[in-house]
């Protein structure tokens, strides 16, 4: 069964620390996505990437970065976590890259992030 | 700019009763759309796509959907709820190279 996993289900971090998201997918897709949940807000993406070393931000990029060093993994940077940034953070893939329609995302279960 | 509207924050619906969930969307083109389902603490899964031809389409867990382009509306159906297919519903519609934007949910409550 194709996969996209988090590293971490829960995460406390204090303000100001430099926070990582990981997220690997083993279906060799070349899209990743990220995505913070809140409630009353949707989901709203952060960064995306088409390929590796490739990225695009969102439409809420600022205070993240992201990093894809390979195909699998997509990574997401606090550079220095806030308390508005505590929230549920989604990882996704789909196969194609910008050219190809996107067949449906692959979601991983999730990151809550609490920022203290 | 390309939007979709779930008008309905929150249903609720006997088990055994049918269900419908709305889903309005704005794009400028032939969309490709989406219903995903969360249970609690979880990630998405994806319960079914429309990208052409027939405008209903069959997904999993007893799902189906209705693709009507006169009214800009995919909305969600089941015919027998069951008390395992309460969570939020989410519809998204593809925007520009595969990126999607997501409606902001409708939550499922079922009464025994």
């Known amino acids: 069964d194709v996969k996209v996993t988090q590293s971490s289900r829960y995460l406390v971090k204090r303000t100001g620390e430099k926070v990582f998201l990981e997220c690997v997918q083993d279906?060799?897709?070349?899209?990743m996505f990220w995505y913070r949940q809140d409630p009353g807000l949707g989901l709203r993406l952060i960064y995306f990437?088409?390929?590796?070393?490739?990225?695009e931000k969102g439409d809420i990029p600022e205070g993240y970065s992201v990093s894809r060093e390979k195909k699998e993994r997509f990574s997401l940077i606090l550079e220095s976590a806030s308390t508005n940034q505590t929230s549920m953070y989604l990882c996704?893939?789909?196969?194609?890259?910008?050219?190809?329609?996107?067949?449906?995302?692959?979601f991983g279960s999730g990151t809550r992030l609490t920022v203290v | 700019a390309q939007s979709v509207t779930q008008p309905d924050i929150h249903i609720t619906v006997s088990e055994g009763a049918s269900l419908e969930l709305r889903c309005n969307y704005s794009?400028?083109?032939?969309?490709?759309l989406f219903w995903y389902v969360q249970s609690p603490g979880q990630g998405l899964q994806l319960l079914l796509k429309?990208?052409?031809?027939?405008?209903l389409v069959q997904g999993i867990k007893g799902f189906e959907a209705e693709f009507k382009r006169s009214q800009s509306s995919f909305n969600l159906r089941k015919p027998s709820v069951h008390w395992s297919d309460a969570a939020e519903y989410f519809c998204?519609?593809?925007?520009?190279?595969?990126?999607?934007?997501f409606g902001d949910g409708t939550t499922l409550t079922v009464k025994p």
């Open positions: 996704a893939s789909s196969p194609n890259g910008p050219l190809g329609p996107n067949y449906g995302y692959t």
């Open positions: 279906m060799d897709h070349e899209n």
């Open positions: 990437s088409y390929d590796v070393k490739m990225k």
């Open positions: 794009y400028g083109a032939t969309p490709y």
């Open positions: 429309y990208f052409s031809g027939d405008t």
């Open positions: 998204a519609v593809e925007t520009n190279a595969g990126k999607s934007t």
